[in-house]
């Protein structure tokens, strides 16, 4: 009968003993917060709140964007209606690593946001890169708390 070296029966060992590598889970409400050049040049903080459902690696959800300018009521009498929720395509999580894009139309201008972020837990970080729009694009970097509850 062969003898299994002792390095070798440690690693077979730590194969079956060592806990199963799981994907995170995203599922729930979060709050992601960047900096952005506001109104003058100086930089803004922002946030967006997110929905994501995950099934295995697939990611999907929503977000809403407030209305950049408008105050409900609309001034005037005239109401302007709550936002759209804003669909979340090619989602994908990968181990620790979300990726996903947002595309929101603004008149004839169409703005892509493009998400890639680490997950830990109830946190995430990465950045945001946008395209498209009058100010062009660019990248920012991001931070997401998951909501409690």
């Known amino acids: ?12 060992l730590l194969f079956f003993l060592a806990p199963p590598l799981q994907a995170q889970d995203v599922t729930g409400d979060w709050v992601m917060t960047y900096t952005a050049a506001g109104r003058g040049g100086e930089a803004m903080e ?13 990611v999907t959800g929503t977000t809403v964007f407030a209305r950049m300018g408008q105050r409900p009521g609309g001034g005037g009498g005239r109401a302007v209606p709550d936002p759209e929720p804003i669909e979340i395509k090619d989602g994908k999580m990968e181990g620790d ?26 946190t995430m970080e ?22 409690e509850g």
């Open 1 to 12: 009968m062969p003898r299994i070296a002792p390095f070798g029966f440690l690693a077979i």
């Open 46 to 58: 922002r946030s967006m709140e997110f929905t994501f459902v995950q099934d295995g690696a697939t």
């Open 97 to 122: 690593k979300l990726t996903f894009t947002v595309s929101r139309g603004m008149g004839e201008q169409v703005i892509t946001m493009t998400f890639a972020a680490t997950v830990s837990g109830n």
């Open 126 to 147: 990465g950045t945001m890169t946008t395209a498209g729009g009058r100010r062009g694009g660019g990248e920012v970097p991001l931070k997401g708390v998951k909501k």
